[in-house]
């Protein structure tokens, strides 16, 4: 991830989306059989949601930040800081 160097850790609870039915196909491929497929607005066949992704990432992200904004908090109680978690999932993944 740009900018964070050695820093950046992949959480292995938040790497894997099941993509069902579509799971090692190309979107070019499932194009071809699914003209105009969008993965955020048609899914995956027999896969995850797009809610449920999101509400898992949601899941998983929340208490971080909290956490983090806490430890923030105490170590520098004149910043504040502000981070819109429907930022993060995108406004739930629909627009």
Do not use: H
């Not at 292995?12 to 993509?19: G, I, T």
């Not at 499932?30 to 955020?40: E, K, S, T, V, Y």
């Not at 995850?48 to 170590?75: F, G, H, I, N, Y």
Request: net charge negative; hydrophobic share 35%.
């Amino acid at each position: 991830m740009a900018g964070f160097g050695g820093q950046a850790k992949i959480d292995p609870d938040l790497q894997e989306w099941d993509d069902g039915q579509y799971e090692g196909r190309r979107t070019a491929d499932i194009r071809q059989a699914r003209p105009g497929w969008d993965l955020f607005r048609d899914g995956c066949p027999g896969g995850e949601s797009v809610e449920a992704v999101a509400r898992s990432v949601r899941d998983l992200l929340v208490p971080r930040w909290l956490k983090t904004d806490m430890t923030d908090a105490q170590a520098n109680p004149k910043q504040v800081y502000d981070l819109s978690m429907e930022f993060l999932i995108g406004c739930s993944l629909t627009n």
